[in-house]
């Protein structure tokens, strides 16, 4: 099964009978259909905070200016950002795990 970003009125309930809770992304560079890096990279890091998550996509971006997939031009310097900004990547079972200390 895959990720995907579907959301509606029926949903809550088949999620709550299979024990399951919805994690959506709070930010998407839209690096599906935007080549420019620094605009992928500005809609992720622009206000960034804990918590947030990030929605970044490993098949199917843009390409740039190159013919590269822009997610390879942004994943580095995302990581050195979010890094620099003092956060810090986590999986969604850790950050599941902290919001129930």
Known sequence: M???GLRNLF???VLHRLDLRL?????RGFDTREG???RVLER???GLAARDILLVHDAGAA???????VVLAVLPRLIDIVRSS???FVTLRDA??????
């Open 96 to 101: 599941r795990a902290s919001l129930s200390r």
């Open 36 to 38: 420019d890096a620094d």
């Open 23 to 27: 994690a959506a992304w709070t930010r």
């Open 11 to 13: 949903l809550e309930p």
């Open 44 to 46: 992720l890091t622009d």
């Open 86 to 88: 003092g956060l810090r």
């Open 63 to 69: 390409l740039t200016s190159t013919g590269d997939p």
């Open 2 to 4: 895959r990720p995907a």
